[in-house]
């Protein structure tokens, strides 16, 4: 079965860190621009971060993580990772990853169709 599939979300204190992984499934991931999204209650959904397929390898960030957020590529465990440090309340939201075959990260990509896309996975930043 072809798909992605997130975890790692959680309760964590403000300041606190997670990571979220993005394992493929049937798929190899290296050959897939993959993206971070997050969709907080009444908000609409946002892209986080992104990293570019194969050996380009570029990434992107959002304003609002910059500095916060890295994203991280491991080929051998088919898998994203997303370690967010310093987490705020804001960053509250359902975590999506997304995959595509065509196209790099930029500024622009989360605008793109995805191919694929994971079930989500919470992310709360609460005392």
């Known amino acids: 079965q072809v798909q992605v599939v997130e975890s790692g979300g959680g309760l964590v204190q403000p300041g606190g860190s997670l990571r979220l992984s993005c394992a493929a499934s049937g798929f190899a991931l290296d050959y897939y621009s993959i993206g971070w999204f997050r969709q907080a209650p009444g908000k609409e959904r946002e892209g986080v971060s992104c990293?570019?397929?194969?050996?380009?390898?570029?990434?992107n960030y959002a304003d609002s993580v910059k500095g916060r957020f890295t994203i991280s590529r491991d080929n051998y465990e088919n898998t994203v990772y997303l370690q967010m440090n310093s987490l705020k309340p804001e960053d509250t939201a359902v975590y999506y990853c997304?995959?595509?075959?065509?196209?790099?990260?930029?500024?622009?990509?989360?605008?793109?169709?995805?191919?694929?896309w994971g079930q989500g996975t919470q992310v709360t930043v609460s005392s």
């Open positions: 997304a995959a595509v075959s065509v196209g790099y990260c930029s500024g622009s990509f989360y605008k793109r169709p995805m191919e694929y």
């Open positions: 990293i570019s397929r194969g050996n380009e390898g570029s990434t």
